[in-house]
């Protein structure tokens, strides 16, 4: 956030309750300061919960003055929502046993902690323009995406071009790596700008 110099955030959505991916949330508080209101955190209900007890304390019936101001909106993965007056199109996908969302807009679709998608839930992604794809490295594991499945993947739901996001360090070197990948597929990096058409 201080790197890319982001000073608004209207909006978050939750794709599941893993710890990398919700402990910064009481980093929100600039961002409540700036827009003087809550952030809505949009997440299914078991996200929801899991959160909840988490982060306690800025779910107390008394909050103490400064504490991250947060408000849960439900969603789950068949109703389309909005949010901001941008449309969304929600999509589970399975992080081993465990259901995860992810989301389009318009053109660009997110998908991250994905090992397994289902035929009707691909359906959803088909024709999306800009994939983002979790994907680990090159051996396989249980609950998320290895390199080689990842690229089957991205063979059925061909998008223009597929940014690997989520991926560990034995992945390798980044130049090593992206000249090993077919065109069309790159590691994204911190900073990377991707431009949304929602319509
Ligand atoms: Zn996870
Ligand atoms: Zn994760």
Redesign the pocket.
């Known amino acids: 956030m201080l790197r890319n110099d982001i000073r608004q955030v209207d909006a978050i959505l939750l ?2 309750e ?1 710890n ?2 919700i402990i910064g949330l009481d980093d929100v508080r600039p961002f409540n300061f700036q827009s003087k209101r809550d952030m809505n955190l949009y997440a299914t209900e078991r996200v929801a919960a899991e959160v909840q007890q988490r982060f306690a304390y800025a779910f107390s019936a008394v909050r103490y003055p400064g504490a991250p101001a947060l408000q849960f909106v439900t969603i789950d993965k068949d109703h389309p929502f909005e949010v901001e007056g941008i449309p969304v199109q929600p999509i589970e996908v399975m ?1 081993g046993t ?1 259901p ?1 969302l992810g989301f389009r807009f318009g053109d660009f679709t997110y998908l ?2 994905i090992k397994t998608i289902s035929a009707a839930e691909i359906e959803k992604v088909r024709g999306t323009k800009v994939l983002a794809l979790g994907v680990l490295h090159h051996t396989p594991h249980y ?2 995406l290895c390199v080689d499945e990842a690229i089957a993947l991205i063979d059925v739901i061909k998008p223009e071009q597929t940014y690997f996001i989520h991926v560990s360090h034995h992945m390798g070197l980044y130049d090593e790596v992206s000249a090993q990948l077919p065109e069309g597929i790159a590691l994204a990096y911190d900073g990377l700008k991707v431009a949304v058409s929602s319509a």
Request: aromatic letters at 0%.
């Open positions: 794709t599941h893993h990398d991916h992080h465990l995860v991250t902690d609950s998320h």
